[in-house]
């Protein structure tokens, strides 16, 4: 089947899956090289298919929206899930368009899909994470964590949950958590107000006794967290329950104590219960990998483990929970997810004290002074005491940086594939790739190209204009010379050396007061195409190892681009050089057909000049015969007179067979034998042109010369055969009454040269005729249809004058003349 | 024959001065009066002077348009003056039909064809 677009070969090249199929049917009449790559079916198993039975496409919504979206707006994009020829499934971000006949009727869709796997895969990990987190959970000792519908069905029943309340998930999923209480607190409609409360506050906490699967209590708190999606729907419950059997033996004993010896002792046992609990705690949570930590109001510290100091940039646990709140802030600054400073009041653990349920943040956070951005999932809840006074705040910090930054990879790489699979234009691509590498990556990119190896500075873009001179950015030259790729963190005066071209731009690197420096090469194959250099300055981004890589990710996508573009473009410039071919060889033709017909008319001429003189003689001789029949005698004299003109005719016939004989030498690129004999030059020319003057009363044809007489040792014949030929000519393309002159004079630098010269007022030689005017069969375009001639004459004057060991040159303006200057050397003499 | 009071006027025009002379020559044996021009612009002054009854016309030849003269003795003499038309050229029917000839002759001619044609052109 013939592919429908000429595009596709230009379809092929892009890095995408590129598909065309009929409209209404779907029959797909176009597979590209990238399809092939993606799906794993060759072009002959996919043609004639039709789209979604052979990828077993599954829609993400109603397949006749997608329908309609096409036949309505013409165009339609989103995610598609398609299987692999290997029975893989791959997603894909699909845009398609309809395509339009000129009477406006659809006729083709055009669909691209990019792989977007991998990024489904990376949201797959985070998942994976939360379930790894989920296990924690499970295996935290003395805690059941588990889910409520609604309703107050059980939904989910973790290990943990198992372990504390003895129910196997089978035996309590699905009924409801009533079954935990006791029958007296069911009756009292605990259960039901446990869930009215969480619904209304959000959350609630609640200490009494439980019952066990074999029936057994034991006395516990728990929390209930209502549940809800984006849009505030409510999806459930969660609750935490904590057996505190312990707890409470500790708290009658210490009643008891109390009771028995004094407020004393009391406030000692509660300290070493805080001091147990809190160990307990710490004991639990040291190892999450979780940034956990336990502050209060007062900014205190209570606990915090390892992941905690670590993220907050201590290097122990003892230092991070000596350092005062403000020294801890101090060390940071804080963004929102879209990089604005967010207000410190509003962090979790400081609405918690206020008694507030914050929500959830996510936020991104730099240690000052040259550290990494990393982001942080920050949840707070606050601990309150019987008094309902916040006692501290549980801040939960989850470094989420490497999701996100491959997160954020994964987006940037499809929108960078996205970008430059749409351009060919190889000076268009160096801007592409800069423009998306600013302000994503850092905070200028310039990109240097080699080519021909002349180093060019083929785009930049900076993410502000701080008014810097482009100019005053690492030389093009030096970057080109880097080598392998380079990352430089921090940037001291050692780093910027290198790429100065002198003193003066040295001191204007040190002013852009540059952070860090990523310089990758653009390798496509085994070429290096230029380079890709990254740069932050005023944003004090410090680049790392995976900045690093996501460069050299940028730059593989970059150099493959540009590389196709070049590609396109030589084969578009092939294109370009075989339509010249063409032409050029169409004119060679065309030329030659001219040279073909003006040789036939060449033939006929001088077949009509040879029967000429036979004609003539042929009706002499008849004349003579007439008149003999008729008279009986014909005068002596008369007699004479005839036969001597048949002579004459026969011997004028003689010199044209032996000028043909000539012309046939000059064809096979002979040179004439000539005849030489002494001749005197003056009168040789005198006579030719009086013979001349003879045949012709439409114009004068003037001879001039300083000289007598001249002796030379020419093939006299040929000679006067060459002049007449000139002289033909100039006569022939004059006006009337526009007169011939004919110079004799010797030649200027040598007096044993003579040069005669034929100039006329005639209608000229076209500029780009005069090279080829001694050329067998060639006439002057302005004279082709208008003048008979067979474009023989001056090629035979050229072949006897150069014979004879002379030149010929011919000077023309259109309109005004034309002369024709001979030089001839008077003796014969060796070359 | 046009009688003995007045002798027929034939004008020949060709470029071959050796070929004039020779049809100058058998036709005056012929008792007819001829004039020759070796090129087109002469051809149609000497027309002009006296209107020829007859033309014979040499098609190769050079300056000007042979169609020219024709023309113009067609002008002269009406339109169903005679002309004839004598060539070297092969295409020797086609430029006498293109000239409205009434005959040709293809170089090298029978003198004694050229004769008859121009006396029964004559009677025409």
Known sequence: ?831 | MNGAAQPARVLVVDDDPDMLLVIEAALSDEGLQVQTAADGPSAIDLMQLRPPDLLILDVTLPSMDSSSVAERMRELRGDAAPVLVITADGRAAEKARTLRAYGYLRKPFELTNLITSVLTGLQR
């Open chain 1, 1 to 831: 089947m013939d592919q429908p677009f000429g595009l596709g070969e230009l379809l092929n090249l892009a890095p995408i899956g590129a598909i065309v199929r009929l409209f209404g049917v779907d029959t797909i009449v176009y597979w590209s090289r990238g399809a092939q790559e993606l799906y794993g079916w060759k072009p002959d198993e996919a043609l004639g298919r039709v789209t979604h039975s052979l990828l077993q496409t599954r829609f993400p919504v109603p397949r006749q929206a997608v329908d309609d979206a096409l036949q309505i707006e013409g165009h339609w994009s989103g995610e598609l899930v398609h299987t692999r020829r290997d029975g893989q499934e791959v997603v894909v971000a699909s845009r398609q368009a309809v395509h339009l006949d000129p009477q406006g009727s659809p006729t083709f869709i055009l669909e691209l899909n990019t792989d977007i796997t991998t990024t489904k895969q990376l949201e797959a990990t985070l998942r994976e994470s939360e379930e790894r987190f989920r296990l924690l959970v499970d295996n935290v000792e003395g805690y059941a964590i588990y889910m409520l519908s609604p309703e107050g069905s059980v939904l989910t029943w973790s290990e943990s949950a198992r372990r504390l309340q003895d129910f196997r998930p089978d035996e309590i999923v699905g009924h409801n958590f009533a079954r935990f209480y006791t029958p007296e607190a069911v009756a009292a409609g605990v259960p039901e107000q446990i869930l009215r409360r969480a619904l209304t506050s959000g959350r609630t906490e609640e200490e009494g006794w439980r019952l066990r699967k074999d029936g057994s209590r034991y006395w516990a708190n728990s929390i209930t967290t209502a549940l809800r999606d984006r849009s505030g729907a409510l999806r459930g419950f969660a609750r935490i329950t904590r057996d505190l059997s312990e707890r409470r033996d500790a708290e009658e004993a210490r009643a008891r104590a109390s009771r028995e010896e004094g407020a004393r002792a009391a406030a000692e046992a509660a300290q070493a219960e805080i001091r147990a609990s809190r160990d307990q705690l710490a004991a639990i949570l040291a190892g999450v990998a979780d940034g956990i930590t336990a502050i209060t109001p007062g900014g205190h510290i209570l606990f915090a483990n390892a992941e905690a100091a670590r993220l907050c940039g201590f290097a122990t646990v003892d230092e991070f929970v000596r350092a005062t709140p403000a020294e801890i802030l101090r060390r940071f600054e804080i963004f929102d997810e879209h990089g604005a400073p967010f207000p410190l009041n509003q962090l979790p653990t400081r609405v918690s004290f206020g008694g507030h349920q914050p929500p959830q943040r996510l936020l991104r956070f730099r240690v000052r002074g040259g550290g990494q951005e990393r982001w942080s999932l920050v949840n707070a809840t606050a601990i309150k005491d019987e008094q309902d006074n916040v006692r501290m705040a549980v801040s939960v910090f989850r470094d989420v940086t490497d999701s996100k930054r491959a997160e954020d990879t994964a987006r940037f790489l499809a929108a960078v594939n996205l970008e430059l699979s749409r351009s060919l234009d190889f000076d268009e691509i160096p801007q592409t790739v800069a423009d998306l590498a600013v302000p994503a990556l850092a905070d200028w990119c310039v990109v240097d190209l080699a080519q021909d190896h002349t180093p060019r500075r083929a785009a930049i873009a900076q993410g502000s204009d701080l008014g810097q001179e482009h100019d005053d950015l690492p030389d093009a030259a030096k970057l080109l010379s880097a080598g392998k790729p380079r990352l430089v963190e921090t940037v001291t005066d050692a780093d910027l050396t290198p790429f100065a071209r002198d003193p003066l731009h040295m001191e204007k690197l040190r002013r852009l007061q540059l952070c860090s420096i990523i310089t990758v090469p653009l390798v496509a194959g085994s070429r290096v195409l230029g380079r890709l250099t990254l740069l932050t300055a005023e944003s004090q981004r410090h680049l790392g190892e995976k900045d690093l890589v996501t460069a050299e990710d940028l730059a593989l996508r970059a150099a493959l681009a540009l590389d196709n573009a070049r590609l396109y473009r030589e084969s578009q410039q092939q294109t370009e050089a075989h339509v010249q071919l063409n032409r050029a060889l169409r004119d060679t033709l065309t030329q030659l057909e001219v040279s073909l017909a003006t040789r036939d008319e060449f033939l006929a001429s001088a077949s009509h000049d040879l029967k000429n003189p036979i004609a003539s003689i042929k009706a002499m001789a008849q004349l003579l015969e007439r008149r003999l029949s008729r008279t009986g005698a014909i005068a002596p004299e008369q007699l004479h007179e005839t036969l001597g003109r048949i002579n004459a005719v026969a011997t004028r016939a003689s010199g044209q067979v032996e000028e043909l004989l000539d012309l046939t030498r000059m064809r096979l690129d002979r040179p004439l034998d000539l005849d030489r004999e002494s001749v005197d030059v003056v009168a040789l020319v005198r006579d030719l042109v009086t013979e001349h003057q003879q045949i012709t009363d439409r114009l004068e044809i003037t001879f001039e010369t300083s000289l007598s007489a001249v002796e030379a040792h020419w093939d006299s014949r040929r000679v006067v055969r060459a002049l007449s030929n000139v002289i033909d000519n100039a006569v022939k393309y004059s006006p009337t009454d526009a007169p011939v002159r004919v110079r004799l004079q010797t030649a200027e630098d040598r007096n044993d040269w003579v040069v005669i010269t034929v100039e006329d007022q005639g209608i000229g030689i076209p500029s780009e005729d005069l090279a080829n005017v001694f050329q067998r069969f060639q006439r002057g375009q302005n004279v082709i249809g208008q003048f008979a001639g067979t474009g023989i004459g001056l090629a035979s004057a050229q072949h006897i004058v150069e014979s004879h060991g002379g030149t010929i040159h011919a000077t023309s303006e259109l309109g005004v003349g034309t002369t024709i200057a001979i030089h001839l050397p008077l003796q014969e003499y060796a070359l």
